[in-house]
């Protein structure tokens, strides 16, 4: 298939290689010198992956939605933007804070996790993440997401504190923290504490090539589909004849 890459920064590049290693064309490239617009050239580009700057992202979607093309969308920050994407006509879209595969499945650990502490009222929970100085938001797009499936399995927990507490924290708050330090690719952990023991569930990666490579996947899924979808439609579609616990 032909690929055009929306952002040709770190994430973009590792898009571009991911892409080449499944067989695949890259055929358009644009960035901040080169932006997407209705008059730019696709040059033939089946799907278009995104990792570029959050303020472009309804554009690029509204222009790729008129060229008829489908978006893998991978940028963070938008999020308070998806009522509008609803209003954008003929879009296929499939987006995710994080494409990888082994954050994906992590996801599903820690909901289960939370599912088995709930009951018990000994057990805290907290989260914690560190990215690289140049991650743009903090907490990330996928701790916001990992937070937002502790609150919901967890019924002690009423509410996301990311910031430093005024005193002593509120035991309703699910405090989520954030450390940005170096050449760090992104590690989240979650550990559940009780005044027994301590469970930590803690994913790392080892660089950005699993993201690229689930977006690459991603893209190679959506092909052919119509509507919006998120990575739990693409993966549900690969796990669907696993056991679900």
């Known amino acids: ?57 309804l554009g690029n979607l509204e222009i790729a939605a008129r060229k008829d093309i489908p978006v893998v969308e991978g940028t963070t920050g938008w999020y308070d933007q998806l009522g ?23 996801s599903k650990l820690v909901e289960y996790a939370a599912r088995l502490y709930a009951p018990f009222g000994d057990y805290d929970c907290y989260l914690h993440e560190w990215h690289h100085t140049g991650k743009a938001d903090s907490p990330s797009g996928t701790a916001r997401k990992l937070a937002a499936i502790l609150l919901a399995k967890l019924p002690q927990k009423k509410y996301v504190l990311e910031s430093p507490p005024d005193g002593k924290i509120d035991p309703a708050a ?16 979650i550990g559940f504490n009780s005044p027994f023991d301590t469970i930590l569930l803690r994913h790392t990666a080892h660089g950005r090539e699993g993201f690229a490579q689930g977006a690459v996947m991603a893209a190679e899924w959506i092909v052919g589909r119509k509507g919006i979808f998120t990575m739990e439609d693409f993966m549900n579609s690969i796990t669907a004849d696993l056991l679900v616990i």
């Not at 590792?14 to 010198?33: L, M, N, S």
């Not at 209003?87 to 499945?105: A, D, V, W």
């Not at 699910?174 to 952990?189: D, Q, Y």
């Open 1 to 57: 298939m032909n690929f055009g890459v929306l952002g040709y920064g770190r994430m973009g590049r590792e898009v571009e290689k991911a892409a080449r290693q499944h067989g695949h064309q890259i055929t358009a490239i644009f960035d901040e010198q080169n932006p997407l617009s209705r008059n730019s050239d696709l040059n033939g580009s089946d799907v278009l992956i995104s990792f570029c700057l959050k303020d472009v992202v």
């Open 174 to 189: 699910l405090h989520v923290t954030s450390t940005r330090v170096g050449s760090v690719a992104g590690t989240h952990e």
């Open 84 to 106: 509008n994407i609803k209003q954008i006509p003929k879009l296929t879209l499939i987006y995710s804070p994080n494409f990888s595969i082994g954050m994906y499945q992590y």
